[in-house]
Structures are given as structure tokens and as C-alpha cells.
């Protein structure tokens, strides 16, 4: 099972403060994806990434979050000005054949 | 529009009880489904997948069948254990993307 790392485990802000949440793959991969869990609630899906492009992106995924791929081997994922309701679980995930592999999650917290 | 619909929880079993999770899906496309744990304190992992009609996914005694004819993939345990405690998500991907249902809590009791 490839390996995904994610950083910092949890990030504590304030109301209004961009925080950037990074992804480390172990392996080279091309598409990759994040997700969200809302504390009790169901994880949902934020946007993927291919080829250093947006490929798909959902209605939470607003003009405040982006992503990039500033090195070929981090992925990012920055939220410019956070508000209350982004305080959840940030999971990044990478391709399997057929499945896809998610790394331990960053819990941000807004104040 | 996708979507996953699991049986409401929590679940709350005996050692070595049966463990039966249902979850029936709608999709757009020909999904491949897949049921994933979350333990507590930790992020979400594989547990198994069926990518076609009738496959059948396992994996540490879990069992779950693909059925298109009831858009269906229940999954199930023949005797689950206290370390089985944790809540688990049914999923399908379309075209890249995970569409989760809303995680069913399994607690185990010795």
C-alpha cells in the first residue's frame, strides 16, 4: 500500500488566517485528491489534481482554498482566509489502480 | 447526482457476533465500490473493493459483494472481534472521485 504523509497533524488558527496544509507521497504519483471530514460527519470530496491542473473540484471548494504542487514532490493544499466552519479533518490522498490511498489527515481547528 | 446511503448506527455487537453494514448506492456511471475503516484517532484506510458487477472484495474476515441488480454492498463478518471497533465507510468512485456514505460507528463489547 503506497505511503502518504501529511503536515503538520493538527493546526490551530485564528478566524481569518491562511493556513497551508501539505502531502507527501513516498512514491511518484499523478493524480491526487482532497478530502474533507467535518467533525461526526461524512468525508467529502474537495478536489484532484492531475498533471499540476485542477481536474475536478466540488461546490466547497470556493476562491478560498487552492492547490498546487510547488516541487514536484509536496502537495498543498492553502486556504487563504479561514473562517469557523473550515475547522474539520484534511485528508490527502494519492491513485491505486483502481482505489485510492489516503494519509493520516491534518485536524485543523479555526478559533 | 452519486450517492451512498449506509444503515444508520451506531452498531453495538458482542464478541464473535455477525456484523451485517448495509449500503446501497445510486451513481451516474459503473462505479467500483469500496468499504474503508477509520479506528479511532487515525485517518481512513482500505479494508476492501469490488470494481465489477458480482465481484466479490474480503479482506481480514470481511466480506462484501457487488450487486448491481440491488445497487448494493452490504458488508458483513462472520465473528468480529473487540479490536473491530471503529467506524466504517462505504464509497463509490465515478470518474475520480470518492462519494463517501455517512460512516456507520461498530462498537465491539468483550
Known amino acids: 500500500e503506497p505511503e502518504v504523509t501529511q503536515t503538520p497533524s493538527h493546526q490551530v488558527t485564528q478566524m481569518g488566517q491562511e493556513v497551508i496544509l501539505r502531502c507527501v507521497p513516498i512514491?511518484?504519483?499523478?493524480?491526487f485528491y482532497w478530502y474533507r471530514q467535518i467533525l461526526g460527519q461524512k468525508v467529502e470530496f474537495l478536489v484532484s489534481?492531475?498533471?499540476?491542473?485542477?481536474?475536478?473540484k466540488s461546490e466547497i471548494f470556493d476562491d478560498q482554498f487552492s492547490v498546487e504542487r510547488p516541487d514536484g514532490s509536496n502537495f498543498t493544499l492553502k486556504i487563504r482566509s479561514t473562517k469557523l466552519e473550515d475547522s474539520a479533518m484534511y485528508f490527502c490522498?494519492?491513485?491505486?489502480?483502481?482505489?485510492?490511498?489516503f494519509g493520516p489527515g491534518t485536524r485543523l481547528t479555526v478559533l | 447526482g452519486d450517492s451512498v446511503t449506509q444503515m444508520e448506527g451506531p452498531v453495538t455487537l458482542s464478541e464473535e457476533a455477525f456484523l451485517t453494514i448495509n449500503c446501497t448506492y445510486t451513481a451516474t456511471g459503473y462505479p467500483s465500490l469500496f468499504w474503508y475503516v477509520q479506528y479511532p484517532g487515525e485517518g481512513l484506510q482500505l479494508l476492501l473493493k469490488a470494481t465489477k458487477a458480482d465481484d466479490k472484495g474480503s479482506n481480514k474476515g470481511f466480506e462484501a459483494t457487488y450487486r448491481k441488480e440491488t445497487t448494493s454492498f452490504h458488508l458483513e463478518k462472520g465473528s468480529v472481534q473487540v479490536s473491530d471497533s471503529a467506524v466504517y465507510f462505504c464509497a463509490l468512485l465515478v470518474g475520480g472521485k470518492l462519494t463517501f456514505g455517512q460512516g456507520t460507528i461498530l462498537t465491539v463489547h468483550p
Open positions: 512514491s511518484n504519483h499523478l493524480y
Open positions: 490522498a494519492i491513485d491505486g489502480a483502481v482505489e485510492q490511498f
Open positions: 489534481f492531475y498533471n499540476n491542473e485542477i481536474s475536478e
